[in-house]
């Protein structure tokens, strides 16, 4: 199969935005007494606040609700909804090519190359899943174009189902889950998001504010912490993220938290001085701990195509990746590069999302976002 067209379509970050629902809102004159305000967001100015909680401090142990008690779809509904520009640009598209067609002959196979890599699909994995379609087509178990549709979603799903592996932190010890990606991927969002879920499953949380490097950062994550209820141990901005996060560490072994979740400083791929600091911060980190920290994830905008599979080339040799959340699968008919950095990389796929709300970050589940990407509009 000769790889005759090609096309890429990078997409620039965009600059990463606070939540819309975490913004101070102020309330209304009213004869009514006023209701206890929420735990805030907890900020260290120094090591000297590192110690364990006081009785007073401790954070109110029922999670805030995070949206309002309304009837929703199901997640497998809104998956189906926000993959559906990627399901218009991939199977829509093998399903337009292939209506009417008689027999599958080489024009028919190039035409469905072209539709796999306008998809992000990737080379690697487009060339995989073609091999994978014309041997089928040569033993004459592929004759009717018709077909073509699920010999192609049987191929994607052999190549995601590997890197479908969940994580989830452990009770008893206090683990490091290090969030690295660039401006604008949703990295504060998606660590928000993170924290609310496993409070909600009973863990003990903690937030690192290490971005001191972008404006409003250490605001934002401060945000997240005060919506959530979850602590954020933070400094100034322009304060050395290793020390901050080597004091985030020490507090949370304090409190004997299950897991500190730690931002970092958005940075290119492409800036080594900036990975370099990466390198560091982990260096730092297991100065306390030699296996901290004990997951590093690298936050994706599906938006970006194959820019993003770059990033995570560069990430993953920068600072060994153990984990990848994909973010704005919703806005993008892109999704293809899933399959993209399945094929790439051995590293699990963590989480994605599918849209703005906090149940609209996922585990990853292969099967259903296969079945999403080929669902029919009806179904």
Request: one cysteine or more; glycine letters at 8%; hydrophobic letters at 45%.
């Amino acid at each position: 199969m000769v790889f005759g067209w090609f096309k890429r379509n990078k997409s620039a970050p965009e600059e990463e935005t606070p939540p819309a629902s975490i913004a101070p809102v102020e309330a209304e004159a009213s004869p009514a007494p006023a209701a206890e305000p929420p735990a805030q967001a907890e900020v260290v100015d120094t090591p000297a606040a590192v110690r364990p909680y006081t009785s007073a401090e401790q954070p109110a142990q029922e999670p805030a609700k995070l949206e309002e008690e309304t009837p929703k779809p199901s997640f497998l509904a809104r998956l189906k909804s926000g993959l559906a520009r990627s399901r218009e640009q991939l199977s829509e598209g093998v399903a337009r090519l292939v209506l009417g067609k008689k027999e599958i002959d080489e024009d028919l196979l190039e035409e469905l190359e072209a539709i796999l890599l306008q998809s992000d699909v990737g080379v690697p994995a487009t060339r995989g899943i073609m091999e994978a379609v014309t041997q089928k087509v040569r033993r004459r178990e592929l004759t009717d174009p018709a077909a073509l549709q699920q010999a192609i979603r049987q191929a994607l799903l052999d190549l995601l189902r590997p890197r479908a592996l969940a994580w989830a932190p452990v009770k008893g010890k206090t683990q490091v889950l290090m969030m690295v990606g660039i401006n604008g991927a949703g990295k504060t969002t998606t660590i928000g998001k993170l924290a609310a879920r496993w409070k909600a499953a009973g863990f003990q949380v903690l937030l690192g504010a290490g971005d001191t490097f972008r404006a409003a950062a250490v605001e934002q994550l401060q945000g997240w912490g005060a919506r959530v209820q979850v602590p954020v141990i933070a400094q100034g901005s322009g304060a050395d993220s290793a020390s901050v996060l080597y004091d985030a560490f020490s507090a949370a072994r304090a409190r004997a938290a299950d897991l500190l979740i730690a931002d970092t400083a958005g940075r290119l791929h492409t800036q080594n001085h900036l990975m370099e600091e990466l390198k560091k911060v982990k260096r730092v980190l297991g100065k306390q701990d030699p296996e901290a920290p004990h997951q590093i994830w690298l936050v994706l905008d599906a938006g970006t195509g194959q820019n993003a599979l770059q990033q995570a080339q560069q990430f993953h040799a920068a600072v060994g990746l153990t984990g990848i959340c994909i973010t704005k699968l919703d806005g993008t008919a892109k999704g293809g590069v899933v399959a993209a950095i399945a094929q790439a990389l051995p590293v699990p796929i963590r989480f994605i999302g599918v849209g703005e709300a906090v149940e609209d970050l996922r585990p990853f589940d292969a099967e259903a976002f296969v079945d999403a990407l080929f669902a029919r509009e009806s179904a």
